[in-house]
């Protein structure tokens, strides 16, 4: 199979901004802005995006002793909407606009799993 690129999940959804992949070690796979797509921060921020996934899939991992297994968790901010999802063997992390659903962001958030997890896999088992 192919080894997933930003482009794979930028075809998921018109609106996502940015998007990101990134192991449990911290390797990052990916990080890219939809072409087009005005960035709302430096593109050196990037690493703070995905430290502050890493962060977000820590605090629910943890806690998914106690609720079940930790999926996604998303944040709604005033120009965009940040979703951290757990895939096999790391997390991705994107943003779309704000004017995406509620319902459209938990549909791209489920269906992150199933379109990253071969590419993991392959991670895992090279790396």
């Not at 797509?37 to 050196?44: H, M």
Request: one cysteine or more; hydrophobic letters at 45%.
């Amino acid at each position: 199979m192919a080894d997933i690129a930003a482009e794979d999940i930028f075809q998921m959804h018109p609106q996502i901004r940015w998007a990101a992949l990134a192991s449990d070690n911290g390797e990052l796979i990916f990080s890219a802005m939809r072409p087009g797509t005005e960035a709302y921060s430096p593109e050196r921020d990037d690493q703070f995006l995905l430290l502050g996934g890493l962060i977000m899939d820590g605090v629910a991992q943890r806690q998914s002793q106690w609720l079940g297994k930790f999926e996604f968790v998303f944040v709604a901010y005033e120009n965009a909407t940040q979703i951290v999802a757990h895939v096999q063997g790391g997390y991705v992390v994107l943003t779309v606009e704000p004017s995406v659903s509620t319902e459209e962001v938990m549909s791209i958030a489920k269906r992150l799993p199933e379109l990253c997890s071969s590419h993991m896999t392959e991670i895992m088992r090279d790396g």
